[in-house]
């Protein structure tokens, strides 16, 4: 059974930091890409990032620059680490394996003063 576990969020102020990980188990991790979507209350979810099996990632226009996407085959846990954070950043954060309609439970991110 695949389950994937977020963790990290929390509340911070802007400008501040956070590192959300995502600690997937029932599948071989190494093999598949990675997503972080983010829905914030009242929008559409929207994709944040993107790591391919390979570790190439990708990135929605509106984090680039201030988001890291990177992966621990090791652990088989994809990581978010996020700067520079904003008030409009404020959203359940999910991940997600690619090609698989398998999500976490979310963790709450909460930018403000």
């Known amino acids: 059974q695949v389950q994937l576990v977020e963790s990290g969020g929390g509340l911070v102020q802007p400008g501040g930091s956070l590192r959300l990980s995502c600690a997937a188990s029932?599948?071989?991790?190494?093999?598949?890409?990675m997503n972080w979507y983010r829905r914030a209350p009242g929008k559409q979810r929207e994709l944040v990032a993107t790591?391919?099996?390979?570790?190439?990632?990708n990135y929605a226009e509106s984090v680039k620059g201030r988001f890291t996407v990177y992966r621990d085959n090791a652990k088989n846990t994809v990581y978010l680490q996020m700067n520079s954070l904003k008030p409009e950043d404020t959203a359940v954060y999910y991940c997600?394996?690619?090609?698989?309609?398998?999500w976490g439970q979310g963790t709450q991110v909460t930018v403000s003063s």
């Open positions: 790591i391919t099996s390979g570790g190439n990632p």
């Open positions: 029932g599948i071989i991790f190494s093999i598949y890409g």
């Open positions: 997600n394996v690619i090609g698989m309609p398998y």
